[in-house]
């Protein structure tokens, strides 16, 4: 059995409009400056509040409490607002069920965001496990959420761990399985290579055409 485990933001769906105007209107009611849509890609990855802890100035990192606190209300009202799958995504994910091969995400988003927005924009899809950013596990890059996700399967086979950042291919590595990077999302392919993604997708039909000739490659041996 082949699994793929997909990170979310900036994997399966662009996401940065509207985290970035949540952490802002944060910083706007404190009276901080706020960043641009392209700094906020250097700020994700690792959680909603590290995101927060980066964006305050250096001097008032340690408001970043009370600036979750602002951006997890509003964000709770707006991560639909403008948050989209990216283009070639539904398709990937409906060849990869249709050849069998289990789906489940594994993200730093807080875990009830991560289920709201799969369920609202990929309502057609199947995923065996969808797991985020939550207190009773650490964080990627360790490799606790693949073990739970893999731990849970029926069956244990080929996985891949796909993402757009070194903190996805570092979860791979950590967990002992391969990585597929994906260089639309928000870090680009100069990232995944420095980490050394064992593949990198430019295309969602990429995702799709490694893990099927993969999986067919098993097959022949």
């Not at 091969?101 to 965001?113: E, Y």
């Not at 590595?173 to 999302?185: L, Y």
Request: net charge negative.
């Amino acid at each position: 059995m082949i699994t793929a485990i997909f990170d979310m933001d900036g994997t399966l769906a662009d996401t940065i409009a509207d985290l970035s105007d949540a952490v802002n209107h944060g910083l706007r009611e404190m009276g901080y400056p706020e960043h641009s849509y392209k700094e906020y890609k250097h700020f994700v990855g690792n959680g909603a509040q590290k995101l927060c802890y980066r964006a305050l100035p250096d001097e008032h990192k340690d408001d970043a409490g009370k600036l979750h606190e602002l951006f997890s209300e509003y964000y709770g009202r707006h991560f639909l607002d403008k948050t989209v799958v990216y283009d070639g995504i539904t398709d990937c994910l409906t060849a990869l069920e249709a050849a069998g091969v289990q789906l489940a995400i594994a993200t730093n988003k807080p875990q009830d965001f991560a289920r709201s927005i799969a369920s609202a924009l990929l309502p057609d899809i199947h995923f065996v496990k969808i797991l985020g950013g939550c207190a009773e596990r650490p964080k990627k890059p360790d490799p606790a959420i693949i073990a739970e996700i893999i731990g849970s399967l029926p069956a244990e086979g080929n996985v891949y761990m796909i993402g757009d950042s070194n903190v996805d291919v570092r979860t791979g590595k950590n967990a002992g399985i391969t990585s597929i990077g994906c260089s639309w999302g928000f870090r680009g392919r100069q990232e995944l290579e420095e980490e050394g993604a064992d593949f990198i997708a430019e295309k969602p039909s990429d995702i799709t055409n490694i893990i099927l000739n993969k999986c067919k490659s098993h097959e022949d041996e």
